[in-house]
């Protein structure tokens, strides 16, 4: 079945500490996102890529980073210098960018500890 | 102003109602809207979308377009218990580099 697969599913990091949240899909979509929701807030883009090898940063990417090498998969490295990372992180896709739905992983939480 | 706006609710309705749950958006270019059902603790699910003017019928699900109000809503018939969750309204703005915008969604919830 085709589909978007992000582990861990919980993350718990320490203060000072880089973590990195894999998404991968097998849905052959060019354009992949990541989102953070906070308890009872809506979805903030963190990165988008619409093509492999090129990626833009979203409204909140100070503290994250992400590569696009390949196209199945995204991952977001949460750095040291987000000072406030205990969230929900949810990856999603789309066939690309414009009047298509997105479709969504099951989500990490992470924690600071 | 919010460029996705909804109402945070709780909206609670008895089962078996009709759930009504309203989104407005700011951008008037914009093409492509779309529902979904949050779980809690769960990731988004597409129940809906909707491009043109008017109604879109999905079994129980009614979505309502009318671009000229900038308006979009979604009918639940026959409201189960199964349905309470946080409904996610989601807008393609051109403004936005063509990306999808979330309202920060409202919570349904439905009394057996």
């Known amino acids: 079945d085709g589909g978007i697969t992000q582990s861990p599913k919980y993350l718990f990091r320490k203060e000072g500490q880089n973590v990195t949240l894999s998404c991968e899909q097998n849905l052959n979509h060019d354009a992949m996102y990541w989102y953070r929701q906070d308890p009872g807030q809506g979805l903030r883009l963190i990165y988008y890529s619409q093509i492999v090898n090129d990626f833009q940063k979203g409204d909140i990417a100070e503290g994250y980073s992400v590569s696009r090498e390949k196209k199945e998969s995204f991952p977001l490295t949460v750095t040291s210098a987000q000072k406030n990372p205990t969230a929900f992180y949810l990856c999603?896709?789309?066939?690309?960018?414009?009047?298509?739905?997105?479709?969504f992983g099951s989500g990490t939480r992470l924690t600071v500890v | 102003q919010k460029e996705v706006e909804q109402n945070s609710g709780p909206l609670s309705v008895p089962e078996g109602a009709i759930a009504s749950l309203n989104c407005t958006y700011s951008?008037?270019?914009?093409?492509?809207f779309f529902w979904y059902r949050q779980y809690s603790g769960k990731s988004p699910e597409l129940i809906m979308s909707?491009?043109?003017?008017g109604d879109k019928e999905d079994g129980r699900f009614t979505a309502q377009l009318n671009k000229a109000s900038q308006y979009v809503s979604l009918l639940i018939r026959d409201s189960q218990p199964s349905d309470s969750a946080t409904y996610l309204c989601?807008?393609?703005?051109?403004?936005?580099?063509?990306?999808?915008?979330f309202g920060a969604g409202t919570i349904l919830r439905v009394k057996s």
């Open positions: 951008d008037r270019g914009s093409q492509s």
């Open positions: 909707i491009y043109s003017n």
């Open positions: 989601a807008v393609n703005l051109e403004g936005y580099g063509n990306k999808l915008v």
């Open positions: 999603a896709s789309s066939i690309r960018t414009g009047d298509y739905g997105y479709t």
